[in-house]
């Protein structure tokens, strides 16, 4: 398969990662043979340098540099504050304002992977802002109710915790849907049966950012998938409410 090339030039080139896909190779994972990293580089002809991640499960703008050279250069811009994410989500329930959450996570960490760091870390700070979209009122019951009510929501992440956007809307009972770690199953579940939608609902759309080299504003967007698609057509909700605000 062919990576979608959603900007390039010759020190930057980002693309929009599928859902499912592993950004590179892991010991975790190894029975996985595709990767964003090795599927990029072979299709470009040049080796890659991932600048951040996206979890495997979630879709959307994934930037790399082209040089060693110009990672070290955008490192420390994504660990502050210069780099502006924006992300949509379908979450269950009716979101009914925007607001900033200002809710601090512990680190969450694997059995085996991490099983040597520290258990006891205090919690990190993480702030969200979020913003509902859209909303819906469906006539399929999930669990004693006989509706079901799900928010399509923008949310921009002011930190960068492992998980964040996922840990936030579980916080506040807006899970996302097809969170599989986080979620709610039953909701879950409903969206396989009756959209198809066997994914988790978190999409990054766009990434802004100032150019290491030429300093330019770069603003960059990603589309949504099939299933996104879908649940936006059977929810009856416009394409254009996942054009991020400014």
Not at 97 to 119: F, S, T
Not at 123 to 141: R, S
Not at 187 to 200: G, I, K, S, V
Request: glycine share 4%.
């Amino acid at each position: 398969m062919e990576l979608e090339i959603l900007y390039q030039d010759q020190y930057l080139v980002a693309v929009n990662k599928p859902a499912g896909m592993l950004v590179h190779r892991s010991w975790l994972d190894r029975h996985e043979t595709r990767f964003v990293m090795q599927t990029l580089r072979d299709q470009i002809g040049q080796h890659v340098f991932p600048l951040h991640r996206l979890d495997r499960p979630t879709s959307g703008v994934l930037l790399f540099a082209l040089s060693s050279e110009i990672a070290a250069l955008m490192m420390p811009k994504f660990a502050g504050r210069d780099i502006h994410k924006t992300y949509h989500a379908v979450v269950r329930g009716w979101v009914k304002e925007a607001a900033v959450l200002d809710y601090p996570l512990k680190e969450e960490l694997d059995k085996i992977a991490d099983k040597g760091a520290d258990q006891d870390k205090e919690a990190q700070p993480a702030v969200t802002a979020y913003a509902p979209l859209a909303k819906v009122e469906t006539d399929i019951p999930v669990g004693r109710y006989a509706t079901s009510r799900y928010t399509l929501v923008e949310m921009k992440p002011e930190t960068g915790r492992k998980h964040q956007l996922r840990r936030h809307m579980h916080h506040l009972s807006h899970h996302i849907i097809g969170d599989v770690n986080h979620g709610d199953g039953r909701h879950n579940r409903m969206f396989r049966e009756n959209y198809d939608c066997r994914r988790l609902m978190l999409h990054a759309s766009r990434l802004q950012l100032e150019h290491p080299v030429t300093a330019e504003s770069l603003d960059i967007r990603a589309g949504t998938d099939e299933a996104w698609n879908r649940v936006m057509t059977a929810f009856e909700w416009s394409v254009s409410l996942m054009e991020p605000s400014s």
